[in-house]
């Protein structure tokens, strides 16, 4: 998008009642300023267009040599998806559509690739600048240390590097390093012999052989016992090590990656975590922040956990403007994992049906329920079938025709509300700023 990307501005060229909806989800979803009069908006300002058909001969000319994209809202039994960028919305759409194509406009002059299998989801900077550090260490040789709070998304980040790396064709093998018994730790990775403790009743491969050629990623490093990380640092170092109950060395062509939520640091100062180990998985950091440090990503990751929801049969979860800002914040101590539970839980409680603020978990409750259904255009007599007024004969001044439209909804939002511009915000389902810059431009006063 253009240099204004906290403030990206739209152009929507399609019909009032479409126009009219669009703008409500658009302005609903984030602070972006939208057009519907060539004469308000320069051709280079102009991040996307929302067209309802092919570029009439009028926004051509405007255009000149701008090349913005361009979101196609097309009819749901004749559209057709094009995957290659997803700037298509059918005239259907709910938010989560638009909260789609506003996310492939928003990384599609980032990267060239096809985003729709994107793993690190996100708009916040702090995704943006993991990307970037994960693109430029993953087809590297070297350890990887990932950290962050539980539930964040580590394994995701450690899954996108190995699919990243020249390896991607070679297993990627998990194992979490606390979640196994220490006196079963040592055979989980390095396998073990026939006979070679009670109960090993045949040869077993461990996970440092099932990864070959591959990816093993240690999760919650810091929880492996001490006497463990020793042979941990050898076979690093190394790059051999031997199954339990044999004396025959084996080599490891395998790539590691590990995690933690502990503070590594700490631990070795409180003799708890080897130091040479350390320095020896912390080769290149990558931080993975929590939930509530990047609150703009929520919507987002709602999105495609939905997607994935209804890929698996669930139905499909919609959440109202009140559900989707109460959820955006709340404080998520158990972060992503924690989201996509709720997610789950909803779409089973409320299959196909659009989930408010009251049918939250009290918990999730955060503000007030002031959803409010998208405005729908005025109508009178002259009003075709489908509800949109007709075009008079004689012609007319759109903008004009606009301006009073917004000046009377806003004027009498304001009489009913006596005066509160957050309440007659709320009741045209814009934001308080929004509000207060259409009334200074429309001379309204509170």
Same mark, same amino acid.
């Given at each position: 998008?253009?240099?204004?990307k ?24 984030g602070?972006?300023? #939208? ?17 309802s ?9 405007w255009l =000149? ?5 361009v ?18 919305l059918?005239t259907?759409?709910?938010?989560q559509d638009v909260?789609?194509?506003?996310? $492939?406009?928003?990384? =599609?002059?980032?990267?060239?690739a /096809?985003?729709?299998n ?6 916040s ?5 993991l990307?970037?550090?994960? !693109?430029q ?6 350890? /990887?240390?990932?950290?962050g ?9 450690a899954?996108s590097?190995?699919d ?7 297993p990627?093998v ?16 390095f396998?073990?012999e ?6 090993a009743?045949?040869? @077993? ?15 919650e490093?810091?929880d ?11 076979v690093?170092q190394? $790059?051999?090590?031997?199954? #339990?109950?044999?004396?025959?060395t084996?080599t490891?062509?395998?790539? +590691?990656?590990?995690a ?10 409180? =003799?708890?975590?080897?130091e040479?180990l350390?320095?020896? +998985?912390?080769?290149f950091?990558?931080n993975?922040?929590?939930l ?11 999105r495609?956990?939905s997607?994935?929801?209804?890929a ?5 979860? @919609?959440?109202?403007?009140? !559900? ?6 709340h404080? &998520?101590?158990?972060?992503?994992r ?6 789950e $839980?909803? #779409? +089973? ?13 009290e918990?999730?409750?955060? =503000?007030?329920?002031?959803w409010?259904?998208?405005?729908q255009p !005025?109508?009178?007599?002259?009003a075709?079938?489908d ?7 004689a ?7 606009f301006?009073?439209?917004e000046?009377? &909804? +806003?004027?009498e ?6 005066g #509160? ?8 389902g ?9 009334? @200074?431009?429309?001379?309204i006063?509170?």
């Amino acid at each position: 998008m253009n240099s204004h990307k906290l403030s990206p501005r739209f152009l929507i060229a399609a019909p009032v009642e479409q126009s009219l909806r669009l703008q409500h989800v658009l302005l609903s979803l984030g602070e972006c300023r #939208v057009y519907t009069d060539l004469t308000d908006l320069k051709p280079a300002e102009c991040d996307a267009i929302f067209s309802s058909g092919q570029l009439s001969p009028a926004l051509k000319k405007w255009l =000149g040599a701008a090349t913005p994209p361009v979101v196609t809202l097309s009819d749901t039994s004749t559209s057709q998806a094009n995957p290659a960028n997803g700037l298509v919305l059918k005239t259907d759409f709910y938010y989560q559509d638009v909260l789609e194509v506003l996310y $492939r406009l928003q990384l =599609g002059r980032e990267r060239s690739a /096809v985003l729709a299998n994107e793993p690190l989801v996100g708009v916040s900077s702090a995704v943006a600048e993991l990307r970037r550090l994960s !693109a430029q260490v993953a087809d590297k040789a070297v350890t /990887v240390l990932i950290t962050g709070p539980s539930g964040a998304g580590k394994e995701v980040v450690a899954r996108s590097l190995h699919d990243l790396s020249s390896r991607r064709d070679a297993p990627f093998v998990p194992i979490n390093c606390g979640a196994i018994p220490r006196e079963l730790l040592e055979s989980e990775l390095f396998g073990h012999e026939r006979g070679a403790f009670t109960g090993a009743i045949s040869s @077993r491969a461990g996970r440092f052989e099932l990864a070959e050629g591959g990816t093993l990623f240690l999760d919650e490093i810091g929880d492996m016992p001490l006497e463990m990380q020793v042979k941990i640092l050898r076979v690093i170092q190394e $790059r051999r090590f031997e199954r #339990v109950g044999s004396d025959k060395t084996r080599t490891a062509d395998v790539r +590691i990656i590990a995690a933690t939520h502990r503070n590594l640091e700490a631990m070795i100062s409180a =003799g708890q975590f080897r130091e040479d180990l350390y320095y020896r +998985i912390n080769v290149f950091p990558l931080n993975v922040p929590a939930l509530a440090e990047r609150r703009e990503d929520i919507p987002h990751l709602i999105r495609v956990l939905s997607k994935q929801l209804e890929a698996e049969g669930l139905g499909r979860l @919609r959440l109202a403007d009140s !559900a989707l800002r109460s959820l955006s914040a709340h404080a &998520w101590s158990g972060n992503i994992r924690e989201l996509a539970n709720l997610l789950e $839980r909803l #779409v +089973i409680m409320y299959p196909d049906t659009v989930v408010g603020f009251a049918d939250l978990p009290e918990n999730y409750r955060h =503000g007030d329920d002031s959803w409010r259904p998208a405005p729908q255009p !005025a109508c009178d007599a002259a009003a075709r079938g489908d509800g949109v007024p007709s075009l008079p004969v004689a012609g007319i001044d759109m903008k004009a025709y606009f301006q009073t439209l917004e000046r009377q &909804w +806003i004027t009498e939002a304001l009489e009913a509300h006596a005066g #509160v511009i957050s309440k007659a915000a709320t009741h045209l389902g814009l934001r308080r700023t929004t509000l207060i810059e259409k009334m @200074r431009k429309l001379d309204i006063k509170a």
